[in-house]
């Protein structure tokens, strides 16, 4: 993980790597805030906003893009959401509420939580699953690996956007398991 640099109106990036945004346009800024992910070597470097970030990003770099050293990722402006400081969403299972699971991602890649553009998602919130049910997909060099659901249950939460970068390990869901044996 790595802290952007703030440059007056601008994030910078610390290092260089293709660069994938987890945060769009008109999207709350906060200092620790994941802004992206910059891709290099086969490692994924999360970049965060520092503190003092706030108020809304603007304009945002171009998934994709090979960025260098200190070439502006979000450019911050005046909004609603000036100085607010979010509070972290939970994404661990301590910090969750009893009882739920944290579905993560087993890879580096890009999520995709519908199977295609045109469809409704594979689980939003508040859908029941069933066990071993695909809630969502992630793309490794084109080659699509499923995320299935450990046990049956409903989806309490969903803690990534559709088409993001995500690294392994990283949080993707809450899910409150259901049936037999559960409380």
Do not use: C
Not at 42 to 63: D, R, T
Not at 91 to 112: C, Q
């Amino acid at each position: 993980m790595a802290e952007a640099v703030k440059s007056g109106q601008a994030l910078q990036t610390p290092t260089v790597g293709t660069w994938q945004p987890r945060i769009g346009r008109g999207a709350p800024l906060a200092g620790g805030l994941v802004l992206g992910a910059l891709y290099r070597a086969g490692e994924a470097i999360l970049v965060v906003a520092p503190e003092g970030a706030g108020g809304v990003a603007v304009k945002v770099a171009e998934a994709g893009a090979w960025v260098e050293y200190g070439a502006s990722l979000v450019e911050m402006g005046e909004g609603a959401f000036g100085g607010l400081q979010e509070e972290p969403i939970p994404t661990d299972e301590a910090e969750a509420s009893p009882g739920i699971k944290v579905l993560r991602a087993e890879t580096d890649g890009t999520v995709y939580l519908r199977p295609d553009p045109a469809s409704p998602s594979f689980a939003a919130a508040g859908t029941e699953v069933s066990a071993h049910q695909t809630v969502a997909l992630i793309e490794v060099m084109k080659t699509f690996n499923a995320v299935r659901s450990p046990v049956a249950g409903i989806i309490e939460r969903v803690l990534v956007d559709d088409a993001v970068a995500v690294a392994a390990g990283d949080p993707l869901l809450w899910l409150r398991p259901s049936g037999p044996g559960t409380a």
